[in-house]
């Protein structure tokens, strides 16, 4: 089973804020909104472009190069040109931290 990384801590993520945090080669984005906190990859499915940075809409996050629309609750994508999902991670929070793993091949 995947180990958890340490992402910030809880005090150092700002609500609508992220984090981005390497987990074994891959970068997990952890956003926080409307005090719910996520992790989705942190990479478009649509060309590899990079999602944080894009535009944070309640949540839908747009991504900055082409302006596909992702769930950050599930994932999903919700516009072209993406038509593809991005993985999803489970997100807690322990001792003041807000932690993550990647759980795709547990
Ligand atoms: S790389 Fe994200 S929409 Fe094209």
Redesign the pocket.
Known sequence: MSEWTLVCAIADLPEGGWKVVEVDGAMLAVLLVAGEYYAIEDI??????Q?TG?ELQGCELI??????RFCIKTGAALTP??YEAVDTFPVILKDGNIWTRDDRWD
């Open positions: 478009c499915t649509h060309d590899g472009g999602l894009g991504c900055p190069r082409h302006g596909a040109p993406a």
